[in-house]
């Protein structure tokens, strides 16, 4: 049987001879495979290099950006350490002023607990990374454990505050001598020998009297009866289980219930009730118990 053959006739319009291309069935199908196969080839050759080339980019890329996240961690390795002495500073301070307020001082460990773990998937699979964020969590523990500190040590000095503005810590009067200090003496008028409950400070009628520190008045006497008792005098109440007494006052610019502050006038000295000459009695009672006044004033 004759080999089936495919006749390509081959020529421009213009021309009148054309040229006859034979070629086998056989070889045409051959060449056909093989135009396939090339094209085949070519076709994989070059998706394996886009897909290389890609994968080169991605993984330059993914180098590039662990490079800049080394230098990030590294930076914030760094921060964290000088946040940390600064926390520590802080913390040693916080003691310090705790201890000045009267307040506990306890040792206090900002441990981490809980079974053991892996980096969470989430997260790059880098122990540094891992790291940061424990020190993160100590650090906002220790954080929150100075803020609630804080607000401790600001409550206790207000309190300290209110205490310092309340003790009565200057004299009453300025000028004048202390006649009679305190402890026992012999009274003036009985001559028998009695306790003193405060300081006799002599001065002329009508010098002004200050309170002593901040507080209420508790009482104020206007009833005098000659040669007895304080004569005119008031009582300040200055809290802190503190009281001050003021006595023999020729005028009183104080009614009972009157919030005073330190260096407030609230009387003239004068010579009323058990007294010999114009002076002012000046008394400090603790819970009741008369004190030394001279152990309280400051100025």
Do not use: C
């Amino acid at each position: 049987m004759a080999e089936k053959q495919f006749i390509f006739l081959m020529g421009r319009s213009e021309d009148d001879e054309l040229r006859t291309v034979v070629v086998p069935v056989k070889r045409l199908f051959i060449f056909g495979g093989l135009f396939i196969v090339v094209f085949v080839s070519l076709a994989y050759l070059l998706g394996r290099g886009f897909q290389g080339a890609e994968t080169n980019f991605r993984t330059h890329k993914i180098m590039q950006e662990n490079r800049i996240l080394k230098n990030n961690l590294d930076a914030w390795d760094e921060r964290f350490k000088e946040m940390q002495a600064d926390i520590n500073d802080l913390t040693k301070r916080n003691h310090q002023i705790r201890m000045t307020a009267s307040l506990s001082s306890p040792d206090v460990a900002f441990g981490m607990g809980g079974p053991e773990s892996s980096v969470r998937p989430e997260l790059i699979d880098n122990p540094k990374l891992h790291y940061l964020e424990l020190d993160l969590a100590r650090l906002d523990a220790e954080l929150t454990w100075l803020k609630q500190s804080t607000v401790e040590i600001e409550d206790k000095l207000e309190s300290k505050y209110k205490e310092i503005a309340h003790y009565p810590s200057i004299r009453p009067v300025k000028g004048g001598w202390v006649t009679s200090g305190f402890g026992v003496r012999r009274d003036p008028f009985t001559g028998v020998n009695e306790m003193h409950p405060g300081l006799d400070i002599a001065l002329k009628p009508g010098s002004e009297v200050r309170a002593t520190g901040a507080g209420i008045v508790k009482h104020v006497n206007l009833r005098v009866i000659k040669n007895k008792g304080y004569g005119k005098y008031i009582i300040i109440d200055h809290g802190f289980g503190h009281e001050t007494l003021y006595g023999h006052l020729s005028d009183i610019f104080v009614k009972r219930g009157q919030q005073v502050k330190r260096w407030d006038l609230i009387g003239l000295s004068g010579n009323t009730g058990k007294s010999t000459a114009p002076h002012i009695h000046y008394g400090v009672y603790v819970h009741g118990d008369a004190k030394d006044p001279v152990n309280f004033i400051l100025d």
